[in-house]
């Protein structure tokens, strides 16, 4: 779609794009383009020059251990995470999309928490499941659970799911319920009449018509783990116990600046770079075409 | 709906929705409690389910005086939260508005180029480049700086994309009117799009507000004094790794004053936010 009527003024859309030009030159093509470079060189012993070594940064980083330890965690936090918070969200969606009384009430009481920082989440959850004085935390362990996320990985992990979701209920929840409003009524009147229950209607005509949404959603909660998760994790465990839950970016931000290993840690970013722009072009790939009814 | 309702038909969707504001309130809830009783009560684990009798003792201090781990007061921190989430609002709006309107409204060499420069940005977080950022912010000297906090952030599609996608659907006779008026294309901009823009603009900034004020990664790095430092990573530096030390009354007070802003924000301007939302992740 262009335009028809246009001004033809020659300096000044070159003035009008200059900000925007120059801050995304400045902050973003140049570094992103610094951290190609870097993940190509190595620091000498003294960090004071480098040099040129290839692949050799990237081929350490697929040869270490940890690497793929954090793949796996990312992977498993991704899924958790995801599937949690949108089945959830999708529950509630349904619920709200039913004309019920005080449907938008309950619409407000659920869409705030979008605008609590993920690290502040983190620290909430922390205070209610702190082994020592959390309230649900003691709660657990009163009833015989050995419950202590500052020893054991496994619990570490699972309490930075529950807040993860947590903070991504209201999200999802708004964009579940906006693909459900706009599914025309007619259609599940339809298959009322024609006698379908209301289970069966929503697995054969609800659910295949929000797919676009469903798939909209399952990237933006990937991405949104790989990266907004950051300051859950650092606020809950620190990536501890033992690295138990140390995510893709939290290992960049901890190699960069405990390890100085910077070309190293620029190999993953250009590793996560790589993952974020195939996981883009899936999403306008698939939801353009593939997700349709 | 062509079917009789069952009594359990209309109970079951209030019910799981109750349960789910209940799930979605309670961490806040417990923080509030918690910032309502005392630091012993809280070490204990004793503390109850109601609030306590210490609220205004508590958000004195923090409002005040601070903390032994945090020095410096909230106040400060809120500020600095609120010039950061202010210019990266204002600033993303600003620049992208501007952006697209020569987009659209113009034809030039390179304007392919220039969209599509733009256009890839919607795709890379800050976080997968953080250091070489923290490098150019160092070298330019924006270390503990408004500028530095905050610019970086700035550069992103999604605003541009948005204004664009608005700017499409302003009716050609406008511009044709205006260019028979003898208007210019500032006076175009100023006297029809901006106030055509008000409520994209509007929900635009709602979004950006609170992506700016929950910043945390970045100001992390970004800020070495403590006079500089955010509300968000105000919070995180009052946990001590020993437990025992951390007083957790006031670092609930603390959350819960952090969160009050975005949340108000969120439900005063409701449908803007949700506007703003489902628009800016089209």
Known sequence: ??????????????????????????????????????????????????????????????????????????????????????????????????????GSVYRTLLIWPYAVAPAIAGVLWLFMFQPSLGMIGRGLISIGVPWNPMLNGDHALL???????????????????????????????????????????????????????????????????????????????????????????????QDGRLGGDLGGSAAQSVVLMVIVIALTAIQFRYVERKVTY | MVERKHWFSTLLPHAILILGVLIVAFPVYVAFVGSSWDAGTIANGTMPMTPGPYLVEN?????????????????????NSFVMAMIIALGKIAISIISAYAVVYFRFPLRKTAFWLIFITLMLPVEVRIYPTYKIVADLGLLDTYGGLAIPLIASATATLLFRQFFMTIPDELVEASKIDGAGPWKFFKDTVLPLSI???????VIQFIYGWNQYLWPLLITTREDMQTIVIGIKKMLVTQDALTEWQLAMATAVLAMLPPVVVVLVMQKLFVRGLVETEK
């Open chain 1, 1 to 102: 779609m262009e335009k028809r009527s246009l001004y033809n003024n020659k300096l000044l859309p070159y003035l009008l794009l200059a900000p925007q030009l120059v801050i995304t030159l400045v902050f973003f093509y140049w570094p992103a383009s610094q951290a190609v470079w870097m993940s190509f060189r190595m620091e000498d012993a003294f960090g004071t020059t480098t040099e040129f070594v290839g692949l050799e940064n990237y081929v350490s980083l697929f040869q270490q251990r940890a690497y793929y330890e954090s793949m796996a965690t990312t992977v498993i936090f991704s899924i958790a995470v995801t599937f949690l918070a949108m089945s959830f969200s999708l529950l509630l969606a349904v619920m709200a999309d039913k004309q019920i009384r005080g």
């Open chain 1, 159 to 253: 309490l930075v799911i529950l807040a993860a979701a947590w903070k991504q209920i209201s999200y999802n929840f708004l964009f579940f319920l906006a693909g459900l409003q706009s599914i025309p009524k007619s259609l599940i009147e339809a298959a009322a009449i024609d006698g379908a229950r209301p289970t069966r209607r929503f697995w054969t005509i609800v659910f295949p018509m929000l797919s676009p949404t469903t798939f909209f959603l399952l990237v933006v909660n990937i991405v949104y783990v790989f990266f907004d998760t950051f300051g859950i994790i650092d606020a809950i465990t620190h990536g501890g116990p033992a690295k138990a839950t140390e995510t893709l970016v939290f290992k960049v931000y």
């Open chain 2, 59 to 79: 958000y004195s201090r923090v409002i005040l005086s601070g903390n032994a781990t945090a020095r410096e007061p909230v106040g400060p921190m809120l500020f």
């Open chain 2, 199 to 205: 409520t994209t603009v509007a929900a635009l900034f």
